[in-house]
């Protein structure tokens, strides 16, 4: 819902054509295709400059299908290839081949990426800006900002991923109560060598998360858990030693590692399920449109994928309702598997079942990676297509 009495607007408004407000991969590839397609578009990011997110970092296929559209090879920015995914708890392990190749970078460097080719393409990015709220005046819609400044744009795309501005209300989804937690770690060599080309998912009561490698031979330790257990157990440092007590497999990965900072980066509410419905006109994309459960699901391909699909739409003419229902018809099958899966991955009947099933059928680890993530059949090829305003 936009909110109709205004906010104090404190300067002069600004007017541009096409304002993306996000700059994350939603907001930027968003802003490359608009610009690629040679409309004027600013884009606004609250940080300064690259920054670290709470994120597994995990890039499936889609994704690099659609940076590779971009004009990004992760691979030259240090990507590390994954072609194998474990799962553990206690002392229990299945592993098994992922059905396609995938990368994992970190968010600090992808995201800038991102930004700087939006910015080759020819936005205007501006950092250091951010949205405070979006209002109604007079039949125009403004963004005023943290500076005192107002913007009014005639498309808004709203990119802020699990941050909402004042003034505009999404809808609230079902609370998960979870938190998510994620720290980078040097390794020792050969904890570097047992994670090589691996996503090693671990289980644990209340949550759970993955690990993998990054660039430059950093491990990123991401996962969700419970309010309830990091309330019982006291905080981060206790919640991690449980954690590693209940793990041997996750212990040996980490015994002895160093943390790069001395406490993770931290994000809550997480509105898992979340999938846009009424936008009132507004162009929701990534997290803002659909916020799919982690490690179950595709949440960065969901981002790259509604920014293109969004993008491409208003380029054909079509509206923001029009998009919204198209992109729920794409993903809601995978949101609701990947609901599912991530729901019963934190009970004690959901371990088990997992460790009774997987031992002897690890093909169903390759069948959930392969449905939770977006169809090929609604994937859009090239940036051609895209820039032509074609539909
Ligand atoms: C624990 C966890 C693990 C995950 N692991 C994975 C994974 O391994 N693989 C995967 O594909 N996905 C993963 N995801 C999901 C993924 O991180 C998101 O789906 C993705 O980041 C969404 O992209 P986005 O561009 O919509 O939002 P974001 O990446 O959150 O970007 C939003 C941007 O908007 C900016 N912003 C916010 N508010 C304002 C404002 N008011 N004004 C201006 N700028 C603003 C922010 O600074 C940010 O840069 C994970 C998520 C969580 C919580």
């Given at each position: 819902?936009?909110?109709?009495?205004?906010?104090?607007?404190?300067?002069?408004?600004?007017?541009?054509?096409?304002?993306?407000?996000?700059?994350g991969p939603a907001g930027a590839m968003a802003a490359l295709r608009l610009a690629a397609a040679g409309r004027n578009v600013v884009l606004i990011e609250r940080e300064n400059g690259p920054h670290d997110k709470v994120c597994g970092e995990f890039l499936?296929?889609?994704?690099?299908?659609?940076?590779?559209?971009?004009?990004?090879?992760?691979?030259?920015?240090g990507a590390v290839l994954i072609r194998?995914?474990?799962?553990?708890?206690?002392?229990?392990?299945?592993?098994?081949?992922?059905?396609?190749?995938?990368?994992?970078?970190?968010?600090?460097?992808?995201?800038?990426?991102l930004l700087r080719r939006a910015e080759e393409n020819g936005c205007q990015v501006l950092?250091?800006?951010?949205?405070?709220?979006?209002?109604?005046?007079?039949?125009?819609?403004?963004?005023?900002?943290?500076?005192?400044?107002?913007?009014?744009?005639?498309?808004?795309f709203l990119a802020t991923g699990k941050h909402d501005l004042r003034g505009y209300l999404r809808p609230?989804?079902?609370?998960?109560?979870?938190?998510g937690f994620k720290l980078h770690w040097r390794l020792a060599p050969a904890q570097v060598l047992a994670l090589s080309e691996r996503m090693s998912l671990y289980l644990f009561p209340g949550g759970y998360g993955g690990i993998s490698l990054v660039e430059n031979g950093i491990a990123n330790l991401?996962?969700?858990?419970?309010?309830?257990?990091?309330?019982?157990?006291?905080?981060?440092?206790?919640?991690?030693?449980?954690?590693?007590?209940?793990?041997?497999?996750?212990?040996?990965?980490?015994?002895?590692?160093?943390?790069?900072?001395?406490?993770?980066?931290?994000?809550?509410?997480?509105?898992?399920?979340?999938?846009?419905?009424?936008?009132?006109?507004l162009w929701c994309i990534g997290d803002q449109a659909a916020v799919i459960p982690s490690f179950t699901g595709d949440g960065m391909s969901i981002a790259?994928?509604?920014?293109?699909?969004?993008?491409?739409?208003?380029?054909?003419?079509?509206?923001a309702a029009d998009y919204t229902a198209a992109l729920r018809a794409q993903v809601s099958r995978q949101m609701t598997l990947a609901t599912w899966l991530s729901r019963a991955?934190?009970?004690?009947?959901?371990?088990?079942?997992?460790?009774?099933?997987?031992?002897?059928?690890?093909g169903v680890l390759r069948w959930i990676a392969a449905s939770t993530r977006i169809p090929s059949s609604s994937l859009i090829a090239g940036m051609g297509a895209a820039a032509n305003g074609e539909l």
């Amino acid at each position: 819902m936009i909110a109709a009495s205004p906010a104090r607007i404190r300067a002069p408004n600004q007017l541009v054509d096409h304002l993306v407000i996000g700059g994350g991969p939603a907001g930027a590839m968003a802003a490359l295709r608009l610009a690629a397609a040679g409309r004027n578009v600013v884009l606004i990011e609250r940080e300064n400059g690259p920054h670290d997110k709470v994120c597994g970092e995990f890039l499936s296929a889609e994704a690099v299908a659609y940076l590779h559209q971009a004009g990004i090879a992760p691979r030259q920015l240090g990507a590390v290839l994954i072609r194998t995914v474990s799962i553990s708890a206690g002392d229990k392990l299945v592993e098994t081949a992922l059905p396609f190749p995938a990368f994992s970078l970190s968010r600090r460097v992808l995201d800038a990426a991102l930004l700087r080719r939006a910015e080759e393409n020819g936005c205007q990015v501006l950092r250091g800006v951010a949205a405070e709220a979006i209002v109604s005046r007079d039949g125009e819609r403004l963004v005023t900002l943290g500076d005192g400044r107002s913007l009014s744009a005639s498309t808004l795309f709203l990119a802020t991923g699990k941050h909402d501005l004042r003034g505009y209300l999404r809808p609230p989804a079902k609370p998960t109560g979870f938190v998510g937690f994620k720290l980078h770690w040097r390794l020792a060599p050969a904890q570097v060598l047992a994670l090589s080309e691996r996503m090693s998912l671990y289980l644990f009561p209340g949550g759970y998360g993955g690990i993998s490698l990054v660039e430059n031979g950093i491990a990123n330790l991401c996962l969700i858990a419970r309010r309830s257990i990091l309330r019982e157990l006291g905080g981060w440092p206790q919640l991690l030693a449980f954690i590693l007590r209940g793990n041997c497999h996750l212990r040996t990965l980490l015994d002895g590692a160093t943390a790069l900072t001395p406490r993770p980066l931290a994000i809550s509410p997480i509105p898992y399920g979340y999938l846009a419905e009424n936008m009132h006109g507004l162009w929701c994309i990534g997290d803002q449109a659909a916020v799919i459960p982690s490690f179950t699901g595709d949440g960065m391909s969901i981002a790259l994928h509604s920014a293109t699909l969004a993008a491409r739409m208003f380029l054909a003419g079509k509206s923001a309702a029009d998009y919204t229902a198209a992109l729920r018809a794409q993903v809601s099958r995978q949101m609701t598997l990947a609901t599912w899966l991530s729901r019963a991955a934190v009970t004690r009947a959901g371990r088990a079942a997992a460790f009774a099933v997987l031992p002897l059928a690890p093909g169903v680890l390759r069948w959930i990676a392969a449905s939770t993530r977006i169809p090929s059949s609604s994937l859009i090829a090239g940036m051609g297509a895209a820039a032509n305003g074609e539909l």
